[in-house]
């Protein structure tokens, strides 16, 4: 019949064995390794993400997507507004512009308002 024999610390009233502590050290450390690993994977995916997105070419349904955007864009800047914008579609435009006006007060509404606030002034109470 085979006995076996743990070493033993006593803290306090608990008696621990040293094995049982060992394991768990040893499973305090590799939770740390597991993070550490986790954390620099993380960012390098995301670093390779943004090599690998540079370093092929576009997809084609995204590259058609970023040429319109892009062609919106310029039409835009060239049109100073927005793009095949009709006759109709200004005068709905100028009278939404006069209802909003009408309702807050008139003012230049393509101007952020100017807020002014005067300090108020509290009167004193006699304890």
């Not at 305090?28 to 690993?37: H, I, K, W």
């Not at 209802?99 to 002014?116: E, V």
């Amino acid at each position: 019949m085979l006995v076996f024999r743990t070493l033993t610390l006593e803290v306090g009233i608990f008696r621990t064995p040293l094995y049982m502590m060992s394991l768990h050290r040893l499973f305090q450390l590799s939770s740390l390794l597991r993070s550490a690993v986790s954390l620099t994977l993380r960012r390098n995916i995301g670093i390779s993400a943004v090599v690998f997105n540079k370093a092929k070419d576009l997809d084609p349904i995204q590259k058609l997507f970023l040429d319109k955007i892009r062609d919106y864009s310029s039409k835009s800047q060239a049109s100073g507004g927005v793009v095949d914008a009709g006759p109709e579609f200004q005068k709905n435009m100028s009278e939404e512009v006069a209802k909003l006006q009408r309702l807050y007060g008139g003012g230049d509404l393509n101007k952020f308002p100017d807020f002014k606030f005067s300090e108020v002034k509290f009167d004193e109470v006699a304890k």
